[in-house]
């Protein structure tokens, strides 16, 4: 009578290489070599039976057969998860690494101070934390490469959780000998007519920019004279800095250069800009305890701050 036997790894590998339809995507998400994922796919196979998987050019699909097993593994995985992370909650929250990610303002300048207070509290926890834009850490968080995100603007998709943290004033940043310095607000109109720095696309705070120029009945960022177009709010600070032009920006991106008398802030007469940060998760993963004690720890702060 022939047995059929598999191994968690090997339904882990399997799945991936269905989810991505990529042998080659699948080994880079199970740190493996496109040979190793193609050899165990095979034995895979071989201990079966049958074929799992369909190769169409660069595109890979399951069979009948794979459909069938892949709807299994992903429970018998999900049972597995589950049960490792009830036995590390059971024995107590030793250590671990939590993996988040942040969008530039959150990332550069709210939470690593807010990651040295939680390493403080819980010192044999590590964070590793990627920094990009808020779309980016989005798709990062829904594709299961990071734990957790706090991005500068609420998304919108479906499988995520999000939830709302630290609120965040936008300013419209001038250089200390610009005519404007002396200034406390300037028009929407005035605006239009000067160079203007803009973040890329996916970025919270082009997202937030392009809101409030509508609701004033701007053509959004179209009605501006861009100059340029830059990936952080330290590069757009040294661009205003250097007279490329004016921008946008948090005031917490600013607050040095403002201390130093560097940098100037000023208000867009009409538009009170302000947003919040969002903490986001992935709805089907299920949060580590490692990872609970961070998302408890960062609401716990925007409470704080409220209060």
């Known amino acids: 009578m022939l047995t059929i036997d598999f191994s968690f790894r090997e339904l882990e590998i399997f ?13 880079e998400a199970v ?6 994922v193609s050899e165990r796919i095979a034995s895979l196979e071989k201990k079966i039976g049958t074929r799992l998987l369909d190769r169409l050019g660069r595109k890979v699909i399951p069979t009948a057969a794979g459909e069938l097993l892949h709807k299994h593994a992903t429970l018998l995985l999900e049972m597995k998860e589950t ?3 009830e036995i590390e909650s059971f024995l107590g929250l030793k250590q671990g ?21 939680f390493n403080k509290k819980y010192p044999h926890l590590s964070v590793k934390l990627t920094i990009a834009d808020s779309s980016e850490i989005e798709n990062r968080v829904l594709a299961g490469k990071l734990e957790i995100g706090v991005i500068g603007s ?13 609120e965040d004033e936008l300013v419209l940043a001038v250089p200390v000998r610009h005519p404007w310095a002396r200034r406390k607000a300037v028009s929407p109109q005035e605006l239009r007519k000067t ?20 609701e004033s009945g701007e053509d959004g960022t179209n009605a501006l004279q861009v100059s ?5 709010s330290t590069a757009v600070k040294e661009g205003i800095k250097s007279g490329l032009g004016l921008s946008i920006l948090s005031a917490r991106a600013i607050d040095t250069e403002l201390k130093a008398g560097i940098l100037k802030a000023l208000k867009v007469k009409g538009l009170s800009m302000s947003r919040h940060f969002f903490l986001i998760r992935n709805k089907l993963r299920i949060a580590s305890p490692a990872c609970q004690a961070m998302l408890e720890f960062l609401l716990t702060t925007a409470g704080e701050q409220k209060n």
Do not use: N
């Not at 740190?31 to 190793?36: D, G, I, R, Y």
């Not at 609420?154 to 630290?166: D, G, M, N, V």
């Not at 203007?196 to 409030?212: H, N, V």
């Not at 340029?228 to 952080?232: D, Q, V």
């Open 228 to 232: 340029a177009r830059f990936g952080s």
């Open 154 to 166: 609420k998304s919108p998709h479906a499988k995520l959780l999000c939830q709302k943290l630290w």
């Open 15 to 27: 799945c991936k290489v269905v989810e991505l339809e990529s042998f080659s995507r699948a080994a």
């Open 31 to 36: 740190f493996l070599v496109q040979a190793s």
């Open 97 to 117: 690494e939590i993996s988040m990610g942040g969008s530039t303002i959150p990332g550069e300048y709210i939470l690593p101070d807010l990651i040295g207070r």
């Open 195 to 214: 160079p203007f720095i803009l973040r890329e696309e996916g970025s919270g705070t082009l997202k937030i920019l392009e809101a409030y120029l509508r």
């Open 83 to 85: 049960a490792q992370l």
